[in-house]
């Protein structure tokens, strides 16, 4: 069974910084894309970063800087590094993973961790 959990997410204040985890099960974690994306309170949900198989990364303008996408292929963690962080960056934010042997178009997602930023 695929499963994905996240941890790291909370309650900062602006300007501080947050280390979201992803922990993948079930897949062949090395050659899966993985990403990180957030839903804040009435929007989309919306790409925040992802890491591809040879480590191509891309990173929403938004977090451009600021936040930092890793994987860890011998723990089959994906790591989500965010600095000065901002009240913006608030939302509920799902690990993702996608690869060649999906069962569903949109990959494999978890379930969700809450990143609050207020003062």
């Known amino acids: 069974q695929v499963q994905l959990v996240e941890s790291g997410g909370g309650l900062v204040q602006p300007g501080e910084s947050l280390r979201l985890s992803c922990v993948a099960s079930?897949?062949?974690?090395?050659?899966?894309?993985m990403g990180w994306y957030r839903q804040a309170p009435g929007k989309q949900r919306e790409l925040v970063a992802i890491i591809t198989s040879l480590a191509q990364i891309n990173y929403a303008d938004s977090v451009k800087g600021r936040f930092t996408i890793s994987r860890d292929n011998f723990k089959n963690t994906v790591y989500l590094q965010m600095n000065s962080l901002k009240p913006e960056d608030t939302a509920v934010y799902y690990c993702?993973?996608?690869?060649?042997?999906?069962?569903?178009?949109?990959?494999?997602w978890g379930q969700g961790t809450q990143v609050t930023v207020s003062s």
């Open positions: 079930g897949i062949i974690f090395s050659s899966y894309t």
């Open positions: 993702n993973a996608n690869g060649p042997t999906s069962r569903v178009r949109e990959g494999y």
